[in-house]
């Protein structure tokens, strides 16, 4: 067969070819008791063996087994104890010879296997591509791979990661509805297009579906950061001078919710977190060094760290002394300032207060932090549909957005066949999620809606 | 060998390959059942429409002659659609139907190369494996030899028309039908089926009140379709407007069981775009009145056309409901309506080039391939006739792309999709309609005409000619200033029309309209149609992934069991086809892009 030269889409998936090994780390990036790295290919056992302590029982090893020992580098020392679980070919999550290395999970140790690996000429997994590999060894239903087109031609990263993420019914069924809807108001405006102005009865665009619609997908297309919030969870990061409190208001938070997971020390004494819910979000929450000159190096780079933290944070609690307002920082959407000690000094009219000496005002802090968070929306009723993917919430964006561009059209009187094109344009993105839209789509709604012909 | 090529059928389709071929230089013969009937518009009097207009105006860039036919006999002519955008506008002329025909068979007969006979093709003649065309037998037992063919049988293929408990085996009225071809190539293995379509009433002239009606006129200037000159000078008919009523809609519910549609006799499927009187009342019980246009046939001729009134019913319900209606009360009825049924074979079974999979040399236009409308059978037989002669001279066929022709869409959703009910033309089935108007057809495809050795020298230098002034009508306006912005930008506000530049750039006056009009859009729409652009990229990625014909999809691992069936059916000749094929998943494409693309790493 002839194929030719890479485009775009051949070159977002060249690497995903399948006679070659590949690796990555199958838990998160993050420091935790046991982490596991997956590796997929045939003849994997053997390649990794060398760097492997008891390399013949690995090679030899029968499906679905363990192998206990240590991974080394290739000058012999050892670098960390595995178990080493082993999947012959035709077996496993993709059909292929693989092993998943259970080891540390320090973040130094995932980092040198991962680069031992790769030095003995295995390839970095793209995003999805183990799911790619399942698929085309006919592991997965091809109908739940639909999306495997998405995946191959999907630029990102993420978007191929999350490409696979499959429709649940109620979001299904709200989208297929969004799809009719707008199929009935394309179809209106395509009759137009394709019959004369004499042969048909006089033509008023469905402006009003229109807007209902556009709006009823904005609504869905917002639940994207909930969904995610309450999936991955937030970071907040108490933030605020030395002196603000900060320590006192971080342990009454965790007294407060009696869902508490686990209060880390931190390592160094820049900061301390902990786990918690608020409101059913999961929250790590980061008790930081004060924000002040150091005059000391280490305490300086403290402050450095807590900046950083502060830039990652998904919230940052900005405690202010209402006994010193020497510096009020600005709030923002991603910044609540908060005053504390209001059992000593009345703080501003208007602004959040607390005392978290006394425990006033807690309650409306929590509040306040969901408030911000959910964007004030509340994913609690269990009839609520929550979009899961980034790739849906980007669809139904460009959706909506696509339909407020021909929205504004409307009103400037631009003739139809360029309103037509911002239509076909969100029915593309619709069709992506629920399954493409064709022409042959669109003139079915014409023939069974319009007495047409002459 | 008798002959290069021979083309069977001198309809619209049959005409424009037996030109293609013949003026590419190939001896090239037409078969036809009857040589006065050539070139006959058997329906409605009239070219063009939405998106026909554009089809009849590629075949003209390409080199074509259905443009030439109609300028030089139209005795009206319209831009539909104008305030609807200039996307989906398009010419359309109403015909004098004799004068249109005379001018076929002359043009016909004033071509070199070609020859002409009247008889009736039976069967065809394959080689000794039965893949290979090598020839036809007649009615008249001729066998004739050739090269390639073309076959363009229109309605007459087994054809048979219906009007209430008559039948008869015609292709026209009393026309005789081609009997015998159909049978042969079931027996051969092609996939024959059934369609149905058909025809109104014509009714006299000076016997019907057109005070009664509403006046319908043309456009005061006409304008050509053709790209070869710029004016032509045509008289002016009207046409009229009239309307069904209750009383009507009554005749016709009280008789309905007496159509062959609802008694079961015909089994072809009708098209629902055009659906008959009786069908419009009954699935749009709630309209109180449906609409005619009374159109005239011709200069010399009394018969009139009701236009949205076709009807298979029998004659004295026609009778009823024609004298029902408001200025029609004491028509004369000169010929009836009728429904006509016929065998067409599935488009599926054919390459883009409209090359058929089965046998080698064979190529099959027009309403064979499950279509119906001149324009769409005048561009099939002109790409089958561009087709054949490739083929004669060894060279890759012309296939016309979705992005740059409606004949480029037509064929593709033929050979990719096949059809259920006879195929018209719509502006909704092209994707990337903004790059498909009509005014602009020659600068896509006249070069490719030139290519393959249809057009003329002359059209491509009067298309330089015309890219040239666009361009300096374009510096003018960027030259010139009004106020902050050039006269360009100025252009592209939605209230501002190149008319109004005009009256303060007497400059401008000097360009032929058709010029400023396509400066005008190209300017207003400049960023719609660079959106356009874009989508077209990333369609032409998956396009221009080529897949051989004869890939074995059995080899191909992970495919659908369905969407291998439809792969090996249909055998697509690019992954983008592919991907237009009902039953191919995602996944199925994934799956042989992934192949392809090993396939062209590792040279398997």
Known sequence: ?454 | MDYDAIVVGGGHAGIEASLALSRIGFKTLLITQNLDSIGRLSCNPAIGGLSKGNLVREVDALGGEMAHLIDHSMIQYRILNRRRGPAVQAPRAQADKFTYARLAKETLEAQPNLALFMDTVVDLVLDKEGKKLVGVVTQRRHTITCRVLVLTTGTFMEGRIFIGEYDAPNGRLDESAAIGLGTALRSKGFPVGRLKTGTPARVRKSSLDFSKMELQDGEEIMMPFSFDYDSIDRPMLPCHITWTNERTHEIIRANIHRSPLYGGKIVGKGPRYCPSIEDKVVRFPDRERHQIFVEPEGEGTEEMYLNGISSSLPEDVQWDFIHSIEGLEDAQIMRPAYAVEYDFIDPQALYPSLESKLVENLFIAGQTNGTSGYEEAACQGLMAGINAAQKLKGEKPLVLSRNEAYTGVLIDDLVTMGTQEPYRMFTSRAEYRLNLRHDSCDQRLTQKGYAVGLQKQENLERLQAKLEKMETVKELLAKRRMGEKSALQTLKMPEITIADLEAQMPELSSFEQPILYQVELDVKYEGYINRQERQINRFEKLESLVIDALMDYDAVEGLSAEGREKLKKIRPLSVGQASRINGVRNSDIAVLILHLDRGGRHGK
């Open chain 1, 1 to 454: 067969m002839q194929a030719s030269a890479p485009s775009g889409i051949l070159a977002g998936m060249t690497r995903y070819v399948t006679d070659d090994i590949i690796y990555a780390l199958a838990t998160a990036w993050a420091q935790s008791a046991l982490a596991v790295i997956r590796i997929s290919g045939e003849g994997c056992l053997k390649a990794l063996s060398p760097c492997f302590s008891r390399p013949k029982a690995l090679v030899e090893a029968q499906n679905a087994t363990t192998v206990h020992g240590y991974i080394r580098t290739e000058a012999g020392e050892n670098i960390d104890e595995v178990v080493a679980s082993v999947w012959t070919d035709g077996h496993g999550y993709t059909l292929e010879e693989s092993v998943e290395l259970s080891c540390h999970g320090s973040l130094s140790v995932i980092k040198e296997i991962l680069g031992l690996l790769g030095r003995l000429g295995m390839r970095s997994a793209e995003g999805g591509e183990f799911t790619f590999r399942a698929f085309l060894h006919g592991r997965l239903d091809l109908t739940q791979a639909e999306a495997v087109q998405e995946l191959v031609s999907s630029q990102s990263k993420t978007a191929r990661a999350l490409a696979l993420g499959r429709l649940e019914g109620s979001l299904k069924n709200q989208i297929a509805d969004f799809k009719q809807r707008l199929l009935t108001i394309t179809a209106s405006v395509e009759v137009q297009l394709d019959y004369a102005e004499d042969e048909l009865d006089e033509f008023v665009f469905p402006r009003e579906q229109l807007e209902t619609l556009r709006k009823d997908i904005a609504v869905l297309a917002d639940t994207y950061q909930v969904g995610r919030l309450y999936r991955e969870g937030a970071r907040i990061v108490l933030a605020g001078s030395t002196n603000a409190g900060k320590s006192s208001l971080f342990n009454l938070l965790l007294k407060q919710e009696r869902s508490i997971v686990s209060p880390v020390k931190g390592t160094t004494r820049d900061y301390i977190e902990a786990d918690l819910s608020i409101e059913g979000i999961p929250i790590r929450l980061y008790d930081t060094a004060g924000l002040r000159e150091g005059s000391d190096a280490i305490e300086s780079e403290g402050i450095r760290r807590t900046e950083r933290l502060m830039g990652q944070a998904d919230l940052v609690i900005y405690l202010v002394d209402s006994t010193d307002v020497s510096h009020i920082p600005s709030e923002d959407e991603r910044t609540i300032v908060v005053y504390n000690k209001s059992d000593l000094v009345r703080p501003p009219k208007g602004r959040l207060a607390i005392s978290a000496q006394t425990g006033e005002g807690v309650t409306t802090l929590l509040s306040a932090i969901t408030e911000r968070l959910t964007g004030g929306s509340h994913a609690s009723g269990d009839d609520l549909v929550v979009i899961e993917s980034e790739r849906q919430s980007r669809l139904l964006t460009d959706a909506g957005n696509a339909l407020e561009r021909a929205s504004a059209l409307v009103t400037l009187d631009i003739p139809l066949d360029i309103i037509a094109v911002e239509l076909s344009e969100a029915l593309q993105n619709l069709g992506e999620l629920t399954g493409e839209v064709t022409p042959s789509d669109i003139l079915e709604t014409i023939f069974s809606g319009f007495c047409v012909g002459k």
